[in-house]
């Protein structure tokens, strides 16, 4: 019971690093992304094929690979989407982590196909016992979350910051307030796109296993689900919400195992059906989120 | 030589010609006003100026430099910045940040400076916080410096407006109904805000339906009509100008 409690708590921190990436795309810079699991997966698979399948590099150098890839591929899907928003934005982008999936499925020689990629490496794994693996992992994890969080502080604080939730509010009038809209759009859709990519190797190395069907938009929805339950454009609300999504998902798995007379398939969609009904019942009674955002104030002195 | 030289601008819309050979001077100095019917060109005029709508044909200088065509961001950079017609903006920013977000040469807008920022960052960061407390002083927008600029009242965001344009040290301001539906009273506060700025060096091309506050303000007036120029003066000329008024009025048909 206590691996599997640890077990949750990283993939909490996990769903929290992607949620803060999310929200340096869309709830700083307000640019929809529904491929977020795209660049999950792309950095999984940089981190895995540079450390197990066509090389061995040492773990560390593997995940910052994984972060410079998705940074690029990030910055080129943004812009080839540059003159796009809302709903088109949207299905491009859920387009591209579609097809992340399929050419990982189907590039057999590259990426070991639907298979997926095993033996994939984590820190300490091997020499000390399982549980203090988990523990470890944890550990390392939180740290990860903490650092990222901090960075993501800063940017929303920052003058930076400032820019791009002008651009959130209206792209076209931070161009005339004399901002290059384009550049900030790029680098913000590389900063969340690394973000999640970094998530994403840190996936294959506690995982040990990654393959083309973890890779479902499903975890996309997750993702944005965690930023909205906790209050997009807030860093803490987007740590907070990833915790309460993982914990609502495993809740749901014994208080639905509770209800007597149900087969595996019926249990599985009762699951499904109580995370739907999370989602519409929070953006029915608390759009905003937990931690609501709120604009930043200056001191000013006496108006008088 | 004028500070803005438009020659022979057109733009076309899906086959509705907005503009059709514009040519207007704003000489240094003036406010001048830009009037002229509903659907006569003059805010498609201001978006191929400033850079937002790339004109068909024709051509911008501004200041000795030929604009036409460049990124909204480098025109602003030049000293050339409009204010919008329905108060557009950012309306999940403070009043104060709407006013710092428009200051020029902010190196912690670059992204390592946002995470690390250097000391040159921070103390231009606060030159621009006192600059934006001296411009809501100024604008009488200090009592809700915090608050978001959604709270505002419509006078609040003219001036707000306004506001913005003035932290981008600007040579010339193109105003686009900078008093429309704004209350009498601070419709002539905001006619005094822009005589003193005037008087020291901001010249202005406002778009603006309200004739009392053009005669107040505006030398010269052009007037545009079916996308381009038809007459430019002295209000009063302007006023009694046949041709000005069949524009507004419609022709009468026993003098075709």
């Known amino acids: 019971m206590e691996n599997y409690l640890v077990a949750m708590a990283v993939f909490a921190g996990l769903y929290g690093l992607m949620a803060l990436g999310l929200n340096v795309i869309w709830g700083m810079a307000g640019m929809i992304n529904l491929g977020l699991v795209g660049f999950m997966a792309v950095g999984a698979y940089t981190s895995a094929l540079l450390t197990v399948r066509h090389a061995t590099w040492p773990i560390p150098l593997g995940i910052l690979a994984a972060v410079l890839v998705t940074a690029t591929a990030g910055a080129l899907v943004a812009r080839i989407t540059a003159r796009m928003r809302g709903d088109y ?26 298979d997926g990629i095993s033996a994939i490496p984590g820190p300490w794994r091997g020499e000390v016992a399982p549980a203090t693996f988990n523990l470890i992992f944890l550990g390392l994890t939180a740290l990860a979350v903490l650092v990222v969080y901090l960075v993501c502080q800063r940017i929303r604080h920052s003058p930076y910051g400032r820019v791009l939730r002008a651009i959130r509010d209206d792209d076209q009038v931070t161009a005339v307030a004399g901002k290059p809209v384009l550049r900030f759009k790029t680098e913000a859709f590389a900063v969340g796109a690394a973000i999640t990519g970094f998530a994403g190797a840190l996936y294959g190395h506690y995982n040990a296993y990654i393959a083309p069907e973890g890779f479902v938009p499903l975890i996309t929805i997750y993702v944005v689900l965690a930023l909205t339950a906790g209050g997009t454009g807030t860093n803490a609300g987007a740590v907070v919400g990833a915790v309460l999504v993982v914990a609502f998902m495993e809740g749901t798995r014994f208080v639905v195992a509770a209800i007597p007379g149900l087969a595996a398939v019926q249990i599985a969609a009762v699951r499904e059906f109580l995370i739907a009904a999370l989602l519409i019942l929070l953006l029915r009674v608390r759009p905003q989120g937990l931690f609501p955002e709120r604009h930043i104030r200056h001191p000013v002195p006496d108006p008088r | 030589m004028p500070l803005l030289e438009v020659r022979g601008l057109a733009r076309s819309f899906y ?4 503009l059709t050979g514009l040519d207007l001077d704003v000489e240094a100095g003036t406010i001048t006003g830009l009037i002229g019917p509903n659907g006569a060109g003059k805010t498609t005029a201001f978006n191929v100026i400033t850079g937002l709508v790339p004109p068909d044909a024709g051509t911008v200088r501004f200041d000795g430099v030929d604009i036409t065509g460049l990124r909204p961001d480098r025109i602003t950079g030049l000293g050339l910045v409009r204010t919008f017609q329905i108060a557009r903006g950012f309306p999940r920013l403070s009043v104060l940040e709407n ?93 005094d805000h822009l005589m003193r700025l005037r008087d020291e060096g901001i010249t202005f091309l406002i778009i603006e339906h309200h004739m009392d506050a053009i005669a107040r303000l505006c030398a010269p007036v052009i007037v545009m009509a079916e996308g381009r120029k038809l007459a430019e003066g002295a209000f009063d000329a302007i006023a009694a100008d046949h041709a000005v008024q069949e524009a507004y009025m419609g022709r009468r048909f026993a003098s075709a």
Do not use: C, H, W
């Open chain 1, 89 to 114: 934005l949207a299905i491009v982008t859920l387009g591209f982590s579609e097809v992340v999936r399929l050419v990982a499925a189907n590039e057999i020689r590259f990426t070991n196909g639907t």
């Open chain 2, 99 to 191: 006013l710092m977000l428009y200051g020029a040469r902010q190196p912690g807008e670059s992204l390592p400076l946002a995470i690390l920022p250097s000391r040159a960052a921070r103390a231009r960061e606060a030159e621009l916080l006192e600059r934006a407390i001296t411009t809501a002083r100024r604008l009488n927008l200090l009592r809700v410096a915090n608050n978001p600029a959604s709270d505002l009242s419509g006078g609040q965001k003219k001036l707000l407006e306004l506001g913005r344009a003035l932290m981008t040290d600007p040579k010339l301001i193109l105003l686009d109904e900078p008093i429309a539906g704004v209350n009498p009273t601070l419709a002539g506060e905001i006619g």
């Open chain 2, 15 to 18: 086959g509705v010609q907005a």
